[in-house]
């Protein structure tokens, strides 16, 4: 155990010894275990957010929406507002298509908005009641429209997260009205802070008020913008997805060579889109990891041969005095471990801040991997310089 200690403290000697050299090689180390770190967490970090949006964003729903395509007779267009969805669209895909639970029609638009003394633009979106089952997540207080409030077009809103905050200002919004375009909206229903709603949009900055009333008291639209459809989670989405668009080719009586007036979106290609940016820019920074901790174990190695043509006079008195090759093998190694393990405990100290910087956490069972990786990739080019050294004559 004493000549084990002995060799220990002879390594953190010749190691202090070369202070700057050593710090070199152990930064190239710490660096590339911290790069790793962060880049394997970022990538959890986004698998966790893109699943998380799945659910959020509903991942049995479609969205279909109206797009720009030639004038046809009384469903043309005016500009780039496009007329030609319609609520009788939503009622036949809602009762046409098998797999369709519910389908809920949107007509959005910006408008003023006031509470008290406060003004700003905010988006209106007049949705059908339906559009709370297909979302599938609570409100934060008050309710949702109820059929009897669509059939009425009552004055009656339910408001983001974000907008309720910068409307009340620290005030409940519940109870409360707003005026909409001169109408004044009783506030029924908070949303929670959600972020991307259903269709791609900041849902914490839109007004919910009902189809009926956004289209007859506040707007004077006959048509709809999109749609929203929920599928049943054991149904085939595209094959869905493909009914919906048979049936509203049908309705617009469009043929296979016509250029479609409306886009069907299955969320999950949103999803799916963002997660492969992610697992790309993952495979980047892995690959950039595995460069740098190259880098490092070439600076494991340099250090150790230039050790090694430095202290051939040490080593020679050594062996003289009676050190075996093993023992002089044994050195080196422990010094290149010394100078691998202290990198490497930088390195995962450098990658749980950033990481945390990131919004991530480092898994334990992650940091002990990378540095068990780190001390192979710093002791494995250590191991010929050392042979060199104990293969020296006395």
């Not at 390594?11 to 911290?34: I, N, T």
């Not at 036949?92 to 638009?109: H, N, Q």
């Not at 029924?188 to 802070?193: H, T, V, W």
């Not at 042979?387 to 020296?392: E, G, K, T, V, Y």
């Amino acid at each position: 155990m004493s000549a084990r200690r002995a060799r220990v403290r002879t390594a953190v000697r010749m190691v202090m010894r070369r202070r700057l050299r050593s710090a070199l090689a152990a930064g190239g180390v710490a660096v590339a275990l911290a790069s790793l770190l962060i880049a394997i967490t970022i990538a959890e970090r986004g698998r966790v957010s893109a699943l998380q949006d799945i659910r959020r964003m509903g991942a049995t729903v479609l969205t279909v929406t109206a797009e720009s395509s030639r004038n046809r007779g009384t469903r043309g267009r005016t500009g780039s507002v496009v007329r030609t969805l319609t609520l009788r669209d939503a009622r036949d895909v809602e009762g046409m298509v098998p797999g369709v639970i519910a389908v809920a029609a949107e007509y959005r638009s910006v408008v003023p908005v006031k509470s008290g003394g406060l003004a700003r633009q905010a988006t209106v979106a007049g949705i059908e009641p339906s559009y709370a089952s297909i979302r599938e997540a609570p409100l934060a207080a008050g309710r949702f429209f109820e059929p009897g409030d669509e059939t009425a077009g009552d004055l009656v809103a339910v408001l983001g997260a974000r907008i309720a905050q910068d409307l009340f200002e620290g005030r409940a919004a519940l109870g409360q009205s707003i005026r909409l375009g001169g109408l004044r909206f009783a506030v029924i229903g908070i949303l929670p802070e959600r972020g991307t709603g259903l269709d791609a949009f900041n849902e914490d900055e839109v007004v919910f008020i009902p189809l009926k009333t956004a289209r007859r008291r506040l707007f004077q639209a006959d048509y709809v913008h999109r749609l929203f459809i929920r599928a049943d989670p054991g149904a085939d989405l595209s094959e869905v997805e493909l009914a919906v668009a048979a049936v509203l080719r049908i309705r617009h009586r469009e043929t296979a060579l016509d250029p479609v007036d409306f886009r069907v979106q299955d969320q999950r290609r949103l999803v799916t889109l963002r997660g492969t940016v992610i697992k790309r820019l993952g495979a980047f920074e892995i690959t950039a990891t595995v460069a740098l901790l190259a880098t490092g174990a070439c600076g494991i190695f340099a250090l150790q041969q230039f050790a090694v043509r430095e202290r051939r006079a040490e080593i020679g008195t050594r062996r003289a005095l009676g050190a075996t090759r093993s023992m002089v093998f044994a050195q080196f190694l422990i010094e290149a471990g010394l100078v691998t393990g202290g990198g490497a405990v930088w390195g995962i100290l450098l990658g749980t801040w950033g990481a945390r910087m990131a919004g991530g956490t480092v898994q334990p069972s992650l940091a002990v991997l990378g540095f068990v990786a780190c001390l192979a990739a710093g002791l494995d080019p250590a191991i010929q310089p050392a042979r060199a050294a104990a293969s020296l004559s006395p």
